[in-house]
């Protein structure tokens, strides 16, 4: 099953305790396009300016993500700079331009109307609700994501995209900022009062938490030794989540139990290196290992 995710295109600057990647490709719909792109077909919606490159664009299309939405628009791409703590789940953000992201008017391409999962990654919920709106009832599965530069700057638009979602995939921090509770199980239920029917909610090094009327599913992060640029993980775990789900073409308990497995494992191979170097070089089989390693991890006896 396609899969459309609408999501930034950027350059970022990235430092880390590891080091510094001074302008790497990012974006949250580059990540999520890449990670996804193991499980199925994916189309990209999103802008970039006329500093992106064929060469950036060869990165997203040799591993066949579909770019015929992806518009190029006069101007700088987005650009965010960024630096983490030696703690990797403290991040300071140092620089958003949003550059052409500011007169961004997503269009999807006819050839994309029929995708029945939706995606709607960070960007200015403005642009998810109107990506939304374009594919109207033929999505299926609408999945979201936020961050705390949109949640204080746009807190009307974001509780509209909010009411629209069927899976909201957030972090921590922000599932406090969005609600105003500092219990995150409380969190939770304040989030799917909103509106979706399942939230993930995401802890950096300390997994990662789905919950939904029905259940309540934990899984623990990847043990890590070295953490290199955690930049995208969270989008990476998003892109593994939908794309197990939009392959599948199912999201039951069960189904989003592994889904939510999957996500996990993208998101760790991602903070392997800088930027989406990971995703680049990562391939089938090294995916299915790690999923058996985290079957191991969480497997106990009743
Ligand atoms: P993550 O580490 O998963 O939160 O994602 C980091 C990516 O999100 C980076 O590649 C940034 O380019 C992108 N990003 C950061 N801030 C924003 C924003 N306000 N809107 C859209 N994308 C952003």
Known sequence: MALLVVGSVAFDDITTPQGRA???????????????????????????GD?????????????????????????????????????????????????????????????????EVLFLGNIAPELQSQVRDQLGARAKLVGGDTMNYWITGRPDAVR???????????????????????NLYRAARAIL?????????????????????????GVPAYPLEDVI???????????????????????????????????SVMGSFTCERFGVERLRSLNEGEIAARYREFVALTRFDE
């Open 160 to 182: 509209h995209f909010l009411s629209r979602l069927h899976v909201l995939s957030i972090n921590d921090s922000e599932a406090h900022l969005l609600t105003g509770e500092s």
């Open 51 to 115: 500093d992106f490159t064929a060469e950036d664009e060869a990165v997203l299309t040799d591993r066949g993500v579909d770019t015929r939405g992806l518009e190029h628009a006069f101007g700088k791409s987005f650009f965010w700079a960024g630096e983490y703590e030696a703690d990797p789940n403290l991040r300071h953000t140092l620089k958003t331009e949003l550059n052409v992201f500011e007169n961004f008017d997503p269009k999807l391409p006819a050839e994309y109307h029929d995708s």
């Open 229 to 263: 640029d955690p930049t995208g993980a969270g989008d990476a775990f998003a892109g593994g989540v939908f794309g197990y789900l939009a392959q599948q073409n199912r999201w039951d308990d069960a189904a989003l139990r592994r889904a939510v497995v999957y996500g």
């Open 193 to 217: 009062a909103q509106g979706p029917a399942a939230v993930i909610i995401k802890r950096g090094e300390h997994g990662v938490t789905l919950y939904s009327a029905s259940q309540t599913f």
């Open 22 to 48: 001074p302008r790497v490709l990012g974006g949250s719909g580059t990540y999520f396009a890449l990670a996804a792109s193991f499980f199925t077909p994916v189309r990209l919606v999103a802008v970039v």
